[in-house]
C-alpha cells in the first residue's frame, strides 16, 4: 500500500458519508476530492523542505498539543469546524495557509472544478478535513520512528513518487511544487549515506544552465581517478592530482562567471563549499575527500543546516542516531574522514574545524546522544607510544567538542594504539585507514 493510499485507509465509508453530509455534496465527489487533497498537503510539506525556516513552522505544527493521533480513531470530531483542528483559526488552517500562501485559493479552485462541488465552499470544508488528518498521521508516524525534522523530510521524499502520481495533472506547477513538478528529489537517505538534491531553476533550457551537474561529475571522477592512479609513482601522482584538481577549480571560477541567475548562485555556492572543504590540504587529501561525495545541505533538528559530504560520516551518523531500529552497542564506529593531526602529534590541522564543527552541531540537535571517541594508529613504531598517541588525539578531539559548546560530561575518549586495525597493515594504504579517530554512540 502506498502512502497516500495509507492515509486514505482511516478514511471508512461510513466516515465519507459523515464528510460529505457536512459538506452537503456526494460521497462520491467527497471521495474523489480527498483523493487530491492528502496529496496536495503532503507535496506541500516536502516542498516546504527546501526552506528551513518554512520546515520548521511545519514542524511545530506538527508537534502542536492540539495535534492529536488519537484523531485518526475518532475522525467524526472532525467534521464539526469547531475543533481545535479545524476551526479557522486552528492549527489546520494554520498548516494550510504555511503550506500554500497566496496559493490556496489557486488549490480550492482546482479542486472545486476537478471534483465537480457544489459550492465553492466545500472544497474549503475538505482541506479543513484533509490537513488535520494528514498532519496527524504525520505525528504518529514522526513518534513512532522516532523522527526529527530531518528525518520526517527524508521520510517523505523516499515517498516522492507516490505524492507526484497522486497529484492531478498539472497541479504540482500551478502550487509552486518545484521538486514535484520536474522530478527532483529533495532528499533520499540510506543507512549510509544522504543524498541531497536542491533545485533552485529549470535545467531543461539548454547546456548554459547544466554547466554545474558537468562540473560535479568531473570531480567525483578526479576523486576515482586518485584511486586507479595509486599504482603509479607517488610523487608523480600528486603532481598530476594538485594539477587537475587546480584546473577544475580554475573552470568553476570561470564557469560561475559566465552563469546567470539562480542557477549562477547555486553553482557558486557548491564551489565555495567545495573549494573550502580542501583548503589547506595537499592534492593527495583533496582526492581522497573528493571521494566522499558532492557537497550536499543536511538539515538538523532546530533548523541548523549543515553543509557535508554526501558520503561523509556526518550523514551516517545522522541515519543511525535517527533509526528508531539501531541500538546502542560496543561494535558500532564511525571513522572521522576529514580531520587531520600533524605528523606524530596529537595537535589538528585546521582543515579539520569543519568536520568537527559538524560534530558539535549534531550533538547540539540531539541533546540525549553521549558519545566515546577512539583513537587508533598504524603498527609502526613503539607499541606504548602508539597507545599514547592514539590517546592524545583522542582526547583533542574531544577538547575541541567541548570547546565548540558540548558538555564534555556527554563525552570519554580512550586510545586503542594498534589495537582493532580496519585494514592490512602491510601496505601504506591500509596504515593510512589505521591512522583514525572514530566515534561510537553510547546513549540516544
Given amino acids: 500500500m502506498n502512502l497516500i493510499d495509507l492515509i486514505k485507509s482511516n478514511v471508512t465509508p461510513e466516515l465519507l458519508s459523515k464528510a460529505a453530509g457536512f459538506m452537503g455534496e456526494s460521497s462520491e465527489s467527497t471521495s474523489k476530492g480527498m483523493g487530491a487533497a492528502i496529496p496536495a498537503i503532503l507535496g506541500g510539506v516536502l516542498n516546504a523542505s527546501n526552506n528551513t525556516s518554512t520546515m520548521g513552522k511545519v514542524w511545530d505544527l506538527l508537534n502542536h498539543k492540539d495535534n492529536d493521533p488519537g484523531i485518526l480513531n475518532n475522525l467524526g470530531d472532525l467534521f464539526g469546524g469547531n475543533s481545535p483542528l479545524t476551526s479557522n483559526n486552528g492549527i489546520g488552517s494554520s498548516m494550510l495557509g504555511l503550506l500554500f500562501g497566496n496559493n490556496s485559493n489557486t488549490l480550492m479552485s482546482a479542486l472545486t472544478s476537478l471534483v465537480g462541488f457544489k459550492s465553492s465552499g ?51 506547477s500551478s502550487l509552486g511544487f518545484a521538486n514535484l513538478a520536474d522530478g527532483h528529489t529533495t532528499h533520499k537517505t540510506t543507512t549510509t549515506s544522504t543524498t541531497t538534491n536542491y533545485n533552485t531553476s529549470d535545467n531543461n533550457n539548454g547546456g548554459g544552465s547544466n554547466w554545474w551537474m558537468w562540473l560535479l561529475g568531473l570531480l567525483g571522477a578526479l576523486g576515482l581517478l586518485w584511486f586507479v592512479m595509486k599504482g603509479c609513482n607517488g610523487s608523480e601522482v600528486k603532481d598530476n592530482m594538485k594539477t587537475a584538481v587546480e584546473n577544475t577549480t580554475s573552470v568553476a571560477e570561470n564557469a560561475a562567471t559566465a552563469a546567470a541567475g539562480t542557477v549562477a548562485d547555486a553553482a557558486n555556492a557548491v564551489v565555495d563549499a567545495t573549494k573550502n572543504m580542501y583548503e ?11 571521494a566522499l561525495g558532492n557537497m550536499i545541505k543536511v ?40 580531520i587531520l593531526f600533524e605528523t606524530g602529534s596529537s595537535a589538528l590541522s585546521p582543515a579539520s574545524k569543519d568536520q568537527i564543527g559538524n560534530i558539535a552541531a549534531i550533538m547540539k540537535a540531539f541533546p540525549n546522544v553521549n558519545i566515546k571517541l577512539g583513537g587508533y594508529t598504524d603498527n609502526v613504531g613503539d607499541t606504548a607510544k602508539n597507545k599514547a598517541l592514539s590517546a592524545d588525539r583522542a582526547k583533542m578531539v574531544k577538547e575541541a567538542l567541548v570547546t565548540l559548546g558540548v558538555e564534555a560530561k556527554r563525552m570519554e575518549s580512550e586510545g586503542y594504539g594498534q589495537e582493532h586495525p580496519v585494514a592490512d597493515n602491510s601496505t601504506p594504504e591500509g596504515r593510512d585507514q589505521n591512522r583514525r579517530v572514530a566515534i561510537r554512540v553510547t546513549k540516544k
Fill in 122 to 172: 466545500s472544497a474549503g470544508k475538505l482541506l479543513s478535513i484533509a490537513a488535520p488528518l494528514v498532519m496527524a498521521f504525520l505525528k504518529k508516524k514522526s513518534s513512532q520512528e522516532n523522527f526529527g525534522v530531518s528525518g520526517l523530510t527524508t521520510w517523505l521524499g523516499g515517498h516522492k513518487k507516490d505524492i507526484a502520481s497522486a497529484l492531478p495533472g498539472g497541479w504540482a
Fill in 280 to 290: 589547506g590540504v595537499d592534492s593527495t587529501v583533496r582526492a581522497k575527500w573528493l
Fill in 299 to 338: 538539515a538538523l533538528p532546530g533548523g541548523v543546516e549543515l553543509n557535508v559530504p554526501e558520503k561523509g560520516v556526518e550523514n551516517s551518523l545522522i541515519s543511525w542516531i535517527q533509526d528508531a531500529t539501531k541500538v546502542v552497542d560496543k561494535n558500532t564506529w564511525f571513522n572521522f574522514d576529514r
